[in-house]
Each structure stands twice: as structure tokens, then as C-alpha cells.
């Protein structure tokens, strides 16, 4: 059974890159009916889609968050991250990751989430 | 992009009554629409794909319906355990969108 589980720091200072990681764990990320992915839900508000990425390299990000996104696979870590730069107050959020499993767009599979508050 | 709109933004019901959720999309998304259930800090779950077909292990008590444009998640006979917030999202369209959720409370 598949599970995932999101690391990294929980503040990060304006301007700085958001770094964090996802663990795959019951299988591995290389499997090939599978999209690895990251929402993310500010404080009392609704999901954001991040962006969403294939084990072998295609990607996809939401405009909206301008090309700061960027989301890469270490498939023998069975792991895939988030980087985001630039990061304002507006970041400040519970970041989950996601699988998406039958290469659908819908998201079957959702970490726990991890809060990141972006202050100086 | 697509906008969901999920209306009411909140909804009163009592234990053993039904609940009807709406999601309106911008523009059409076929029956590519899901619907997840958020309680309070959890991560949201997949509850409908397909906007009619239920994700493994949600009860039957959950029904979704709709195409194009609008769509409904009905919930039977509430219970305790489906007191959460409630949302829709889209996966025809770029960027992949939601709604702004709608807080089913007692």
C-alpha cells in the first residue's frame, strides 16, 4: 500500500527557495501508471494545484504560480521534491504531496501535509 | 483557467438528514470533476472521480452526478463522520482547479 510522506523545514525566510520532499514508501516512484505531485492549502483557505510530475521527466505546473515551481524525482530514494522560489508571505501554506495513480488527474493518494510559514 | 464555484459556502444539516453539495465550472469539463472530503486537520480525501464514480471504499451513502458544466455530491443519512468541508475540482482543463469548498456542519 502505498503512502507518502512530505519533509522539510517549516519556515523559510521571504525571498529564500522552499525546499521539501516527498517519500514514497510500499512501492516505488518509477512506477509506471503513476503521477507524483504537490497541492498546497494556505491557512483557512482552499487547494492550490502545484504542479505534477512523471517518473521519467514530464512535468506540469500551474501558471499561476509564475515558473517558480519546480518538482524533480529521485527514483532510488523512491522520493520526489518541490522547489519554490521566490517565496513571499502568500507561500505560507500546508503543503501536501499527492500521487496520482492510472496516470489519472484526479488525487488518489495524499500525504499528511506539512505546515511552511514563510517570515523574516 | 476554469473557475469552480461551490455553493453554499456552508450548509446545516442534522444527523440522518441528506445533504446536496453544488460545484458550477466556468466553463465545460465534461465528467472530469472530483469531489474530496476535508476534516479538520486531515489531508483531503478522494471521495468521487468521474463525477459519478466512487473511490475505493467510500460508502454508498455518497453520489455524484452532473456533466459539462454542473454537478452534485449528495450524502444520505449524515453522520458524525461526514461533518467536514467538501470539494470539487476539475481535471479537464489547465490548470487543474478546485472549489473553494463547502463546510457541512451540524
Known amino acids: 500500500q502505498l503512502q507518502l510522506q512530505e519533509s522539510g523545514p517549516g519556515l523559510e525566510k521571504p525571498s529564500e527557495t522552499l525546499s521539501l520532499t516527498c517519500t514514497v514508501s510500499g512501492g516505488s516512484i518509477s512506477r509506471s501508471s503513476c503521477y507524483w505531485g504537490w497541492i498546497r492549502q494556505p491557512p483557512g483557505k482552499g487547494l492550490e494545484w502545484i504542479g505534477s510530475i512523471y517518473y521519467s521527466g514530464n512535468s506540469y505546473y500551474n501558471p499561476s504560480l509564475k515558473s517558480r515551481a519546480s518538482i524533480s524525482g529521485d527514483t532510488s530514494k523512491s522520493q520526489f521534491s518541490l522547489q519554490l522560489s521566490s517565496v513571499t508571505a502568500a507561500d505560507t501554506a500546508v503543503y501536501y504531496c499527492?500521487?496520482?495513480?492510472?496516470?489519472?488527474?484526479?488525487?488518489?493518494?495524499w500525504g499528511r501535509g506539512t505546515l511552511v510559514t514563510v517570515s523574516s | 483557467e476554469t473557475v469552480m464555484t461551490q455553493s453554499p459556502a456552508a450548509l446545516s444539516v442534522s444527523p440522518g438528514e441528506s445533504a446536496t453539495l453544488s460545484c458550477r465550472a466556468s466553463q465545460s469539463v465534461s465528467s472530469n470533476l472530483a469531489w474530496y472530503q476535508q476534516k479538520p486537520g486531515q489531508a483531503p480525501r478522494l471521495l468521487i472521480y468521474?463525477?459519478?464514480t466512487r473511490a475505493t471504499g467510500i460508502p454508498a451513502k455518497f453520489n455524484g452526478s452532473g456533466s459539462g458544466t454542473e454537478f452534485t455530491l449528495t450524502i444520505s443519512s449524515l453522520q458524525s463522520e461526514d461533518f467536514a468541508v467538501y470539494y470539487c475540482q476539475q481535471y479537464n482543463n489547465w490548470p487543474r482547479t478546485f472549489g473553494q469548498g463547502t463546510k457541512v456542519e451540524i
Open positions: 468521474g463525477a459519478s
Open positions: 499527492v500521487g496520482q495513480r492510472q496516470l489519472q488527474w484526479y488525487f488518489d493518494l
